[in-house]
Nanobody, 120 residues
Framework: QVHLVESGGGLVQPGGSLRLSCAASGNIFSKYAMAWYRQAPGKQRELVAVITSRRNTNYANSVKGRFTISRDNAKNTVYLQMNSLKPEDTAVYYC??????????????WGQGTQVTVSS
């Protein structure tokens, strides 16, 4: 299993920015595809962004052009830069490790999540 710790969430006004971080345990971080999910109350967990071990990226249409996923393998960390935030981005954001073979497949390992609230 992979132990994940998310951080960087908070309260931000519409149009603002946040950068989320996810620190991962283990010695094989660079081999994983990594992803960010989010979940709002009463809604299913939604895949937001994916970065493969080769640093290819994919984004949900709702965040494309506003969010950027990146990784620093030397720090075992994945980031989500969120710009032009909207109220509908409000959710708990979770990091996940998995693999990518045409599409992302998550492992059943999640951090505690970090709350992002976008409100004026």
């Amino acid at each position: 299993q992979v132990h994940l710790v998310e951080s960087g969430g908070g309260l931000v006004q519409p149009g603002g920015s946040l950068r989320l971080s996810c620190a991962a345990s283990g010695n094989i971080f660079s081999k994983y595809a990594m992803a960010w999910y989010r979940q709002a109350p009463g809604k299913q967990r939604e895949l937001v962004a994916v970065i493969t071990s080769r640093r290819n990226t994919n984004y949900a249409n709702s965040v494309k052009g506003r969010f950027t996923i990146s990784r620093d393998n030397a720090k075992n960390t994945v980031y989500l830069q969120m710009n032009s935030l909207k109220p509908e981005d409000t959710a708990v954001y979770y990091c996940n490790a998995g693999y990518y073979s045409g599409s992302y497949s998550p492992y059943d390992s999640w951090g505690q999540g970090t709350q992002v609230t976008v409100s004026s």
